[in-house]
């Protein structure tokens, strides 16, 4: 079996799941928290409201969040993956390529990024961002799971910088 035909069939599956009621509303909400990173920035901002003593950091790492999207809207558009088109998504998308997922990049760099900064909730809420895009049927899951990469390593990358400069 061909890598895409399993990509493939793996989406179908977990789109699957979005014929609940309940689960295809959770799941279009966490994907529209998640548009444009907007939930990640809003939660890296208010870790610097909240943790005065290292504002300085939490504004970094929100910056390496943001700097992660950016790179991969980039690298999307390099490739310029279509979105899977067997399945009938739950949501409408900001564009039309796939590959790798924003919502993923930006979540993964959120729950690096901020658990470093002792914040270590975030992964579980990255990991339901990224099941959501497939659940919402967006996204292919060799999309996800290169995002995740991405926003991983750009934030480990990152986290040097974060802590530095005497916060």
Wanted: aromatic share 6%.
């Amino acid at each position: 079996m061909d890598d895409l035909n399993l990509d493939r069939r793996m989406l179908s599956t977990l789109r699957g799941y979005g014929t609940d009621p309940r689960v295809a509303s959770a799941t279009r909400a966490v994907s529209w928290a998640g548009e444009h990173g907007a939930v990640w920035l809003v939660a890296g901002l208010a870790g610097a409201g909240a943790d005065r003593g290292r504002c300085g950091a939490w504004l970094r790492g929100t910056a390496v969040v943001a700097g992660a999207h950016v790179v991969s809207m980039g690298v999307k558009r390099v490739v310029r993956r279509p979105r899977p088109e067997h399945v009938v998504p739950l949501v409408r998308s900001a564009g039309r390529y796939s590959f790798p997922s924003s919502h993923a990049t930006s979540a993964v760099a959120a729950a690096v990024a901020y658990g470093a900064l002792g914040a270590p909730v975030m992964m579980p809420l990255a990991a339901a961002m990224c099941v959501s895009r497939l659940v919402v049927g967006v996204h292919y899951p060799s999309d996800v799971a290169a995002g995740a990469v991405l926003g991983a390593l750009a934030a480990r990358v990152g986290t040097r910088w974060m802590r530095g400069s005497g916060d």
